[in-house]
Each structure stands twice: as C-alpha cells, then as structure tokens.
C-alpha cells in the first residue's frame, strides 16, 4: 500500500477504506507523506468523496494518528463543539454548568480564525489563564474541577494538523467529509462518552445556508455515532451575534455577568440550556432535552456554574478571585465611540459575517494564524433583530486603541444594520436537531 494507489482510488470513486485511512494518516503525522500527495488527497476526496464509511474511517484513522486519551472518573466524560460564530460564548457558559450537573468536561478548544472567533482567546484574557497547560494538568483539572477548557497538544491527532494546513493551501476546505473528519478526530481524541454539536446558520456562520448547515449536522452526526461516540446536534442561528458583545474580553464580560446574574443575555442562557440539556441526555444524566436543560437553568441560577468556572481558572494559572473581581481583571480599550442609527426604525437585517471582520480590523482577531491578537478590542451593545431603534441611537459600541481604528469601524458596523419602518419577524434560536435515530 502507498500513497499513490490510496490517492488514485478516491480519485476514481472507490472511496476510503480503513486500512487505507490508516494508512494515510499514519503518514501524514509522520511525514511520510508528502505535502504534495496531501494536497492530491484532499482533492481527490474534495471532487469524489469518500461516502459514509470512508468519513468514519478517516475520522478513526486521524484520531488514532496521535494520544486517545482515556478516564477514570465516577461520571460521564462528554464535550460540546460549534462551527463558530459571532458573539458566541456558549462554551464558557456551558462548560461550568455541566460539571455542576455532574458530567466531565474536557473542553479541548480552538482560536478564532477569520470573522469568527475562538474560546481559547477568549480564555486567554485572563490574567495568568493556562489555556496550553499540557495532557497531565488536563487530567488532574477536569478530575478535581470537573472542567477545563485549554487547546490541544501536538499529540492529540497530528495528521489532522496537518491536513487541515494543506486544505487551507489546495481549495478544499469546504469538502464535509474533510471537515466532518478534522473536526472530530480532534474531539473523539479527548475520549469522550457523549458530544452535542453546534452547527451555525446565517450570515455570520460558514454554513450560511440551512441545507449546508443540515448536511454537514447529518454528517457529523452519523460519522461520530459511526465512530462509536455518542453524538447529536442543534442547528442554531447566526443570523447575528449571538450575544450583545462580540470580542475576546468583552464577551467574557458578558458570560460573568451571565453566570453572576448581574446581566443576563438571554439569547446565550438559552442556547446554552439548550445544548447542555442535549448533552445531558448524551450523558444519561436526563430522560429528555427539557429535563437537561431545566438542570442546566438551576445550575447557572444557583451560582453553582460560577463557582465552578471560578475554580477551573484558579486551577489554571488564573486570579483566585476572579469572579468576585471580573471587571477588575479584563482589559479595556482606550477609544470607545458609538455607532448610531442613521435613522429611526426597527432593525430587520444584520451583517454579521461583517461584524466579525470589524471585530478582526479593530485587532481582536486572526487573518492568519501567526496574528497577534488585542483582546481588549471589539463591540458592545449589539442591537438585534426586531429591535426599534430612534435616529442617534447606539446600534454598537467600538471598543478600539485608537480613533483611526474607531472610525473605520463605526462605519463598517453601521453599513451591517438594515432599518425598516416594519417590524420584521425574530429568527428562532434552534433552527433544527438531528439525534442519531435521525441518520441511522
């Protein structure tokens, strides 16, 4: 078996089988081969595909390329992944609260890439937060805490790291059955019994169409239970920001004031609620989805999910006193400017791919990955859809370093809201669920 006779076969449609799958993926993460049979490989497969099996084969295969971690703990070890979005801080929410619930959580996460942006950042704002604090501190967090939230290691599924490089390079990046095997390759690495899936649709989310948001929830789906975990999956919207802020330090603002109750955003408690009671069921912890989420209200209404966040920054590395003292501990930007309605009427349309870029113009994301980020930067005070706004009134407010970066963003921002006489239909947080006897 070689590289030329695996890539030759997904050329002319035979698929993936495991040995092969293996095979390949043994290569990628030890070099043996190359960038350029890497890069034929992902076309072929971006062209032909691999159909179900072969996604379940190479999803197998690039986990097993690296550490499969494995658990002791008296409880079920279950994990949430989204496909990104704006504002979106669900993960520091959800996290806390299961492990309130009584679930494990290794929550391994990514950084923000383009528009959308990353859990890690946002932990890394913290002062002192270890979000790379290696597979051991892992271990002894989630056992002690019941969560950590930090990012994968070399070791947890190497030949995804590097096919995920040559699909950047090789046009491929849109093929499901490449996305549906990086994605959980890397979460099925972490060993987990259950994992809910949170799949975007809308302006600011990849799949911005609700077929391409079903096919790839559908191929998630059938390819995690395939490969042996647990899994289901929400179609959530992205039609705009998912919370009222949308930049590193400002969204873990927002989530404190969340878990501490001083200001709810509803939109994220929901969605939250939503996905752990999925996760819950995944877990056995609930009969149903309402059941789960019912016990994930009480722990966020409690203090319980704050108290446990707290401790998981304590464990690693953060302030002891962080949530006591959240306000005291993020950085702030110098420049704050606000953008106003250019005329009164209700808000009917959000750019919210758009935002995320105002958001990356400003610094607070990547264009590539070796970009330092400006986590104090971004927007607050999100209008949303339905919202009646008078004309002067703040659609946002531009968190920046300097005027310059203000302006610009002030008018990218305004140029994302549309404004209507009409009061225009709010769009539903859960678009859909696809559970395993959906793909069975």
């Known amino acids: 078996m070689d590289a030329r006779s695996i890539i030759a076969g997904v050329r002319d449609g035979q698929g993936l089988p495991a040995e092969a799958a293996a095979w390949f993926a043994a290569g990628l993460a030890s070099g043996a081969v190359s960038d350029a049979q890497a890069g034929a490989f ?3 497969v971006f062209l032909k595909g691999i159909g179900a099996g072969g996604r379940v084969a190479l999803t197998r295969a690039m986990r097993d390329s690296g550490q499969v971690l494995d658990w002791d703990l008296p409880g079920p070890v279950i994990d949430k992944h989204s496909t990104g979005g704006i504002g979106d801080s669900v993960s520091l929410l959800l996290a806390p609260a299961l492990a309130a619930c009584g679930v494990y959580v290794p929550m391994i996460s990514g950084r923000g890439l383009g528009h959308t942006g990353g859990t890690l950042d946002k932990m890394e704002t913290i002062p002192g937060y270890r979000a790379l604090p290696g597979v051991e501190a892992l271990r002894k967090v989630v056992a002690e805490v019941g969560c950590a939230i930090v990012g994968a290691t070399d070791e947890i599924a190497p030949a995804d790291k590097r096919l ?3 699909r950047d390079i090789s046009g491929t990046v849109e093929s499901i059955d490449l996305i549906t095997a990086s ?3 890397k979460k ?8 809910v899936l949170d799949v975007k649709v809308g302006s600011g989310a990849f799949m911005a169409r609700m077929e391409d948001a079903e096919a790839l929830a559908r191929s998630l789906v059938a390819t995690a239970n395939g490969a042996g975990c647990r899994c289901s999956a929400l179609i959530t919207d992205m039609s705009q920001s998912l919370g009222h802020s949308a930049g590193n330090a400002l969204e873990v603002l927002e989530v404190m004031e969340t878990l501490t109750g001083s200001a709810v955003n509803e939109a994220l408690w929901d969605v939250t609620a939503a996905l752990g009671g999925e ?4 877990a056995g912890k609930a009969e149903t989805m309402d059941d789960g989420a019912a016990m994930i209200d009480h722990a966020l209404e409690t203090g319980r999910a704050a108290e446990v966040f707290g401790k998981m920054v304590a464990a690693l590395g953060g302030p002891l006193d962080f949530v006591e003292r959240y306000p005291d501990r993020l950085p702030s930007a110098p420049v704050l400017v606000p953008v106003t309605a250019p005329r009164a009427g209700f808000v009917t349309r959000v750019d919210a791919r758009a935002l995320g870029e105002a958001v990356v113009r400003l610094g607070g994301g990547r264009l590539v990955g070796t970009d ?3 986590p104090s930067v971004g927007l607050s005070g999100l209008a949303v859809i339905g919202e009646e706004m008078d004309a002067g009134e703040p659609l946002a407010l531009v968190h920046a370093t300097t ?4 302006e610009a963003a002030v008018a990218a921002v305004r140029a994302a809201y549309g404004l209507s006489a009409e009061m225009p239909e709010e769009p539903p947080l859960i678009h859909g669920r696809i559970g395993p006897e959906d793909v069975a």
Request: cysteine-free.
């Open 42 to 44: 992902a076309m072929a």
């Open 164 to 166: 995920y490089g040559i």
């Open 183 to 185: 994605i959980l390759s």
């Open 188 to 195: 099925l690495a972490a060993g987990l019994d259950g994992l």
């Open 279 to 282: 996760a819950l069921v995944l």
């Open 372 to 374: 330092r980020i400006i």
């Open 403 to 406: 005027a310059d970066r203000a």
